[in-house]
């Protein structure tokens, strides 16, 4: 066993990510054997007394969805999606309340969306919920609330809500279950195709074509969103493990299975790690060239007078883009103000503004803690 896998045998509070592959048959019902042999793992590396904890991040709720309804393949329409996710959520909630129940353990649904994530309150009452349940001995099963959200408030796959929770509840690690078994050099059906043991950072795959479909055509992710969830969660200071559901038990106790993504980065402000990859922008502020190099380059807030134009309807503590002259997003960050009023802030200083409209007046657009550069 390696150093690296010493320390994913050691983590103490671990996110696994499950896919619908790996939970449903090919015409979308719960396979009730796989979901046993999922929990039954998940039990054993939890411990008799909760010695680890594990916050179970699973899709399957459309998937689970289908047959009972009627439906031969995941619909392509949001309201028929959301209906199914209705009908498959209590399934799969039911399911694991029922397996889980044989160690005499209890589950906690948590349903969430990027909305949930991208607002401070939510985003931290999402937080104290988790912990709780943790604290009182439960098993936190975290999905999309796919029921309710809308295109404009999904994370599109729990790949991403997983790399999200791993950060949002402190993990020690993020093990992503699928039906491959790890991120390969080329095609893993080809004769000759080599499974990567470890990546230590982004060059690790530069020359990789990576995936994009999965095998059973249930779910939404592919190879491309579980690498993508992997390097969220490395960038956060989470090592990463991904591998296939039946090589869980190995993944877990520190076996050399899957990809192993080392961590790239150290842990960052909660809102920051949203606000880059679960945050959408409702808006956008076009900025001159030297607010560019202000905020890029100094860290520095955003201030009226370095704004040039203004779109999209927002209002104060929303998340927006904002652009150079050309139109290229380079920073995102939560806005001072309501869109209605900037046009009659665009150039001027501060304290202009506040001589003319008040105190009030007299403070950051978009304030240096609450940005986040996207082209450095």
């Known amino acids: 066993m390696t150093g690296a896998r010493q320390a994913v045998g050691a983590a103490r509070r671990i996110v696994v990510k499950v896919g619908s592959s790996s939970l449903t048959t090919a015409a979308g019902g719960l396979d009730a054997d796989r979901v046993d042999a999922l929990v039954d793992v998940l039990a054993k590396v939890r411990g008799p007394a909760g010695e680890r904890e594990i916050v179970l991040v699973s899709s399957g709720a459309i998937a689970a969805g289908l047959a009972p309804l009627g439906l031969r393949r995941r619909p392509r329409d949001l309201a028929r999606q959301q209906a199914a996710a209705s009908v498959g959520q209590g399934l799969l ?116 074509e990576i995936g994009s479909a999965g095998k059973a055509g249930v779910g939404t992710g592919g190879m491309v969103t579980k690498v993508e969830a992997a390097r969220i969660a490395a960038a956060a200071g989470i090592p990463v493990v991904l591998t296939s559901a039946v090589h869980a038990a190995d993944a877990l106790t520190g076996q050399d299975t899957g990809t ?43 201030l009226p007078a370095g704004i040039a134009a203004v779109e999209g309807e927002f209002g104060a503590g929303d998340p927006v883009e904002l652009r150079d002259a050309d139109g290229r997003a380079v920073a995102r960050g939560l806005v ?31 304030h240096r803690d609450d940005l986040v550069i996207l082209h450095p």
Do not use: C
């Open 93 to 208: 909630v039911a399911r694991y309340t029922a397996s889980l129940a044989r160690y005499g353990v209890r589950v906690g649904q948590v349903l969430l969306t990027s909305y949930d994530m991208s607002r401070r309150s939510h985003h931290r009452n999402a937080s104290r919920t988790l912990d709780e349940l943790l604290a009182m001995g439960a098993l936190p099963v975290v999905n999309e609330n796919d029921t309710v959200a809308t295109d404009e408030i999904r994370f599109g796959d729990n790949d991403r809500l997983a790399a999200l929770v791993a950060h949002l509840v402190h993990a020690d690690l993020l093990v992503l279950l699928s039906d491959v078994d790890g991120v390969y050099d080329g095609d893993p059906s080809r004769p000759g195709t080599a499974r990567i043991a470890e990546v230590r950072g982004p060059a690790d795959l530069a020359d990789v």
């Open 336 to 366: 001072s103000f309501d869109a209605k009023e900037i046009p009659q802030l665009i150039g001027r200083s501060t304290r202009e503004l506040a001589r003319e409209l008040g105190p009030a007046y007299e403070r950051e657009v978009v």
């Open 260 to 302: 192993y993504f080392h961590p790239t980065g150290k842990r960052s402000a909660d809102r920051l790690l949203w606000l880059q990859h679960a945050s959408t922008p409702r808006g956008a502020l076009t900025l001159d060239d030297g607010a560019v190099r202000a905020v890029v380059e100094g860290r520095k807030s955003l």
